[in-house]
């Protein structure tokens, strides 16, 4: 480490021991808080490898107010992950190595106090993504010779588990919330972003014939981008063997204002009003709008800050400059309007003519 001023010295070497331990924790057979554990340490490294990268840039990470440093029992408070990404990254804010690490600060907050093995198999691929992207920036800024990679062997594997996340859920549903929030997070990421392998590490591993070579590696890392034409239609065949074409869509997990009033009202029993002699559905897009202004889950139309929604029952559309809602919104709408007189309530807000978007 010559030539690196003293604290860059320090956070490095505290960045690839905490990397060190994050991949140790996670390998462990018996660890059942693989990636709540491996999460915490992961953090860590990242932050303190922000923090040895602006060091070493003569840039100190430390937080600021009113032209001085802030300080903690006679320490400067350093910057967190989140502030370090916005100097790091800047305006770049759809990065996906950005994205990666924006998607694990929250995450963390919400399992480290839980073990959620029944997440491990979900999530790896973006834990696998977190540990590349973290050796490709220490080689970058510091050199070949502060990797991991020439530290760490492949881990022996038993086959993971197949669970899904909707599976977690009903096997235990207590883990709904921190579901809820990777769907969500998933969910707002655009498809190019979801489909980078610095957001999300994927691969398969397809047992083949002994290599007569007893110097060939048993297992080799391909990147897809440098194979041939004839190796990616070769490749292409053999995936298409082992699992079905997965294709980036987005809005994947929202749904219209009009398919939310079909879901409630047939959850209500479908009933209905007369309105001028004949029977029309009681609950209508403009009872659905007195809904979400009720219970406050995204911002009137027109408003200057149309993303400030509940992630839980509403997303907001950049590109179509319209909201989407979860299947969560339609079940609380259906729990609640099962209570006559908080529907009877806002049927007749809805009588009145009240001047509201039907959307």
């Known amino acids: 480490m010559r030539g690196l001023p003293r604290k860059a010295k320090g956070a490095l070497e505290k960045a690839r021991d905490s990397a060190l331990l994050a991949v140790e924790v996670y390998n462990k057979p018996a660890v059942k808080f693989k990636s709540g554990g491996y999460i915490t340490l992961m953090v860590i490294a990242w932050t303190a490898l ?20 802030l300080r903690i029992e006679n320490d400067f408070m350093h910057w967190e992950l989140a502030e370090c990404l916005s100097q790091f990254f800047k305006a770049d804010t759809g990065n996906p190595v950005r994205k990666n690490l924006e998607f694990f600060i929250p995450l963390r907050n919400r399992i480290e106090h839980r073990s959620m093995p029944e997440l491990d198999a979900s999530i790896f691929g973006e834990c696998q993504a977190m540990l590349l992207n973290f050796d490709e920036l220490l080689e970058k800024e510091f050199g070949a010779k502060y990797c991991l990679r020439e530290c760490l062997s492949f881990s022996l594997q038993l086959f993971p588990s197949s669970e899904s996340l909707v599976d977690t859920v009903k096997h235990k549903p207590e883990s709904k919330p921190i579901v809820e929030f990777i769907q969500q997070f998933r969910s707002t990421i655009s498809p190019e972003v979801s489909a980078s392998g610095k957001y999300s590490f994927k691969a398969f591993l397809i047992q083949v014939a002994n290599h007569r ?71 209508n897009l403009a009872v659905h709008a007195r809904c979400w202004k009720r219970f406050k889950v995204r911002p009137a139309s027109g408003s200057n800050a149309p993303q400030e929604t509940n992630w839980k029952y509403c997303i907001y559309d950049l590109r179509h400059n319209d909201y989407g809602y979860t299947q969560a919104w339609a079940d609380f709408l259906i729990e609640k309007l099962k209570d006559p007189t908080e529907f009877d309530a806002l049927c007749r807000s809805n009588q009145a003519g009240d001047a509201i978007k039907l959307t």
């Open 50 to 69: 922000f923090h040895a990268i602006f060091f070493k840039r003569k840039r100190k990470p430390f937080r600021k107010e009113h032209g001085r440093f």
């Open 213 to 283: 070579s007893e110097n060939a590696l048993p297992v080799q890392f391909v990147h897809y981008d440098r194979l041939s034409d004839e190796e990616k239609k070769q490749l292409g065949h053999v995936v298409a063997m082992v699992k079905f074409k997965e294709v980036p869509v987005a809005n994947l997990n929202s749904i219209r204002a009009g398919d939310v009033v079909k879901k409630v009202q047939t959850g209500l029993g479908n009933p209905k009003i007369d309105r001028g002699g004949k029977l029309v559905d009681r609950f």
